[in-house]
């Protein structure tokens, strides 16, 4: 379409914004000097228009039994019946885009938006088999690790249901507790992957940053976006990790190109005589229960009947981790997810200019009905930025290399570290009139173990730890970069050494 011209108020307007004084006079001559390089926004935009996908025509449906809240929207999706997933049917965080098929991210902002392509996690579990049956809720933006802050509602734990999921991966977490899908893909900024996991007892991995391409998934912040599996076993994790890994070309998060690794195989080898380092940091938190902490400790020494061996490490580091998160996860996400619209601009990679310009337009229509931790976000990340430029954010990633040196140096000496994974069970849903701090502590107060693998990209594998007071809790298993492997191996020597995980003894009856 034609771009309106803008007239000498509105270059002003742009004059102050920037601080380039112009006068009168001088924004007079930058009027028809604008107006040419207009020509190639709209050029670029027929040229686009000329190769752009239409959606593909897929079936989809509003749930009419959803007791959880966990379906976004069922949908029966397969292309062949052969493959490593055949006969899996799994659900895909509704963060990640399914052609032709709705997606909301949990928000409002989002509500309407139809992808054209098909992320390339997607396109992969469908090659292998897989059959997607349908998009789960999710927290708004993904930005919660409770379960109350999606859109429309809550999404309940199948344990009980007066409690929260976990987030931001709420509904695929739900599903698979539950039983009503094998296998589901979730997102991972802060810990969105596997704190719903230990909250409902399932599987949940994080990949190695950059293992898993991000490619049709909403971010949130380029140098923490990770996508992984969530499933009932360890052995099904690993599966899903040999189809999902690999290089796609379209990702700057990513290396030019990756060795293809047989996870599934890797979980044959005997993880006797691997060592494992309990660190220090992650136990006695100001919100830790003691109970929680005995349950990791306990699954430490299931490890060492297996055949492994443990010893306390000290990573002093870690406390200091959630400062160094905190910058970029509110500055950085203020300046991507906000204010550059999901996308922001100046990497390479493949963008989604349909759902920038949607979420543009529902962002600014309905901000009042964003969650409260995304306007913290963005009143947090944005006064930052103004103060300060962006510095407290650069200073923030070159402190990320000092605290991935801190683990590396506990990891030369040790296969895995191990810690909690989160320092609580599941809390109680909040009331709709909860106050601004319980909200907030709700949604955030149990990411101290979770956010900092995110900032130094180490894999980081949630398993069921003993339950407590009749709820899940996880250990949380963290290894070398691209060595997934070897967490694998580690949590499904500890699942066999269990005989399995436990399965909500009063699971909502499976949704049609």
């Given amino acids: 379409m034609a771009i309106p011209v803008p007239d ?19 924004i007079g001559e930058f009027v028809p000097a604008v107006e040419g390089t207009l020509a190639a926004s709209e050029e670029v935009e027929r040229l686009y228009r000329r190769s752009a996908p239409e959606p593909p025509v897929r079936e989809s449906s509003l749930p009419a039994d959803n007791p959880l809240n966990a379906w976004s929207v069922r949908t029966t999706i397969s292309e062949t019946a052969e493959g490593p997933l055949a006969g899996k049917t ?6 990640i885009a399914v052609a032709g098929v709705p997606m909301v991210n949990g928000s409002a902002s989002m509500d309407g938006f139809v992808p054209r392509r098909d992320a390339t996690v997607v396109r992969r579990l469908l090659a292998a088999g897989a059959t997607i049956t349908g998009k789960s809720t999710c927290e708004d933006l993904c930005f919660s690790g409770g379960s109350f802050t999606s859109w429309p509602g809550p999404v309940r734990n199948p344990w009980d249901l007066a ?31 596997r704190i719903p996991a230990s909250f409902t007892g399932v599987v949940g991995h994080k990949p190695t940053y950059g293992l898993v391409p991000y490619t049709g998934a909403f971010p949130i912040e380029q140098t923490i976006d990770h996508l992984g599996p969530m499933t009932r076993t360890v052995a099904d994790a690993a599966l899903m990790l040999s ?7 379209y990702d700057s998060r990513q290396p030019t190109a990756l060795d293809p690794v047989d996870y599934v195989a890797a979980l044959g080898e005997s993880a006797s005589g691997l060592r494992v380092g309990v660190v220090r940091e992650g136990f006695g938190t100001p919100v830790s229960e003691a109970g929680v902490d005995d349950s990791v400790r306990e699954a430490v020494e299931v490890l060492r009947s297996a055949g492994l061996s443990a010893d306390e490490v000290s990573i002093p580091w870690h406390l200091d981790a959630m400062a160094v998160w905190n910058v970029i996860a ?17 990497t390479w990679g493949q963008y989604d200019p349909e759902l920038v310009a949607h979420y543009f337009q529902g962002r600014v229509a309905r901000g009042r009905e964003l969650s409260k931790t995304v306007q913290l976000v963005g009143l947090s990340g944005r006064h930052t930025y103004e103060l300060g ?15 991935r040196a801190a683990y590396d140096t506990a990891l030369a000496d040790h296969d895995v570290l191990v810690m909690p994974t989160l320092p609580y069970t599941a809390r109680e849903l909040p009331p709709p009139d909860v106050s601004l701090a319980d909200y907030l502590d709700t949604a955030l107060s ?6 900092p693998f995110d900032v130094t990209g180490h894999p980081a594998c949630s398993v069921p730890a003993a339950l407590v007071n009749g709820l899940p809790t996880g250990m949380m298993l963290i290894g070398k ?5 070897t967490v694998l191996r580690v949590a499904h020597a500890y699942e066999q050494a269990v005989g399995g995980f436990p399965a909500p003894t009063r699971a909502v009856a499976a949704t049609s």
């Avoid at 409690?163 to 991972?188: I, Q």
């Avoid at 189809?243 to 070309?249: F, Q, R, S, T, Y």
């Avoid at 509110?330 to 100046?346: I, K, P, R």
């Fill in 243 to 249: 189809v999902l890994a690999g290089a796609d070309g």
């Fill in 330 to 346: 509110t500055e950085g996400a203020a300046y991507q997810m906000l204010d550059g619209n999901g996308y922001g601009m100046g």
């Fill in 389 to 403: 430029g962006g510095k407290y954010y650069a200073m923030a990633r070159n402190l990320s290399f000092e605290l």
């Fill in 163 to 193: 409690r929260n999921a976990g987030g931001s991966s709420s509904g695929s977490a739900a599903l698979v507790a539950n039983g009503d899908v094998d296998l589901a893909v979730g997102g991972d900024q802060g810990g969105s992957v």
């Fill in 8 to 26: 000498a108020a509105r270059l002003a307007a742009l004059s102050r914004h920037y601080g380039f004084d112009l006068t009168p006079a001088e």
């Fill in 90 to 95: 799994v659900v895909v965080k509704d963060n």
């Fill in 481 to 485: 970069r691209f060595d997934d492997a």
């Fill in 446 to 451: 149990m990411i101290g173990n979770t956010a």
